[in-house]
């Protein structure tokens, strides 16, 4: 218990000596977070949706539909930035960017049956417009590329001779997927980033770590005796008498001597 009371002791008293040490680090990384967080440009993010349905029967759905809608959003996602996707949004939307700097504002995810088109950018509303642009021309293109494949087919059936089974036409178009928009971006009335008050207290964290290790150091350099305490663990000599320092009311110090239970 004593052991105890001594580390408490100890700590304290360098807490007391350096406490402007982890002051000063606290603060001066927080000060440091919030200027530098404060000088980003912000971000922010539109979403667009687009939900995917895979060829199947009116008013029929089944299992199976359901996991190849989730199958083919999966497949289709990587077609949506492709160069002739994001050219066509560019020259529509009119935006300051090529086709290379716009693949890298726009990121693609396929969570079950959709795919989410999400927009990085700073201005909200081109963050919006350019998200809504890529859904409609992605879809615009795969309508476009399903009627040529349905083209095509009705001619590889006319080499055959056979010209009027639209049955097998009809077949065809049944296996074709459907996409359409199942919500459209709207403008961000916030930044997704940068975070100021996760930057400001991460900072101030890091800098309570930062200058408790430079106090660690310190401490550990310094190897001086600072309390009777002290001089028995380094000595194993017990102290007869310390000498006190006092102020007085005239301004004129002066040093008292105390034995070792408080006696001067």
């Known amino acids: 218990m004593d052991e ?27 000060l440091a977070a919030f200027f530098i967080t ?33 199958q083919l959003a999966e497949n289709y996602r990587e077609l949506i930035k492709t160069r002739r996707v994001l050219g066509k949004v560019v020259q529509e939307t009119g935006v300051p960017y090529s086709t290379g700097a716009l693949s890298g504002k726009i990121s693609v995810s396929s969570p079950r049956n959709l795919i989410v088109i999400q927009v990085s950018d700073p201005d909200p509303q081109a963050a919006a417009d350019i998200a809504n642009a890529t859904a409609r021309i992605f879809i615009e293109d795969f ?12 001619a590889s059936l006319s080499q055959y001779g056979i010209t009027d089974d639209l ?6 178009a049944a296996t074709m997927s459907t996409l359409r928009i199942a919500d459209e971006a709207v403008m961000p009335s916030s930044p997704s980033s940068p975070n ?7 900072a101030a964290l890091l800098g309570l770590l930062g ?54």
């Open 4 to 30: 105890e009371r001594l580390d408490l002791r100890v700590y304290w008293g360098v807490l007391r000596r350096r406490w402007w040490i982890l002051v000063l680090g606290v603060m001066g990384a927080a």
């Open 38 to 70: 404060s000088a980003m440009t912000p971000i922010y993010v539109a979403a667009a949706k687009v939900f995917v349905q895979g060829g199947q029967n009116p008013g029929v759905t089944t299992a199976g539909d359901i996991a190849a809608g989730q």
């Open 143 to 154: 309508v476009d590329q399903q009627f040529t494949q349905i083209a095509q087919f009705q």
């Open 167 to 172: 049955s097998l036409i009809a077949a065809q």
């Open 196 to 202: 100021m008050r996760f930057n400001v207290l991460l």
């Open 211 to 264: 200058a408790g290790l430079v106090v660690l150091v310190l401490e550990y350099l310094d190897d001086s005796i600072k309390s009777s305490d002290e001089l028995k663990a380094v000595t194993g000599l017990t102290a007869l008498a310390s000498v006190a320092r006092y102020s007085s009311r005239d301004g004129r110090g002066g040093a008292a001597l105390i034995g070792e239970h408080g006696q001067s």
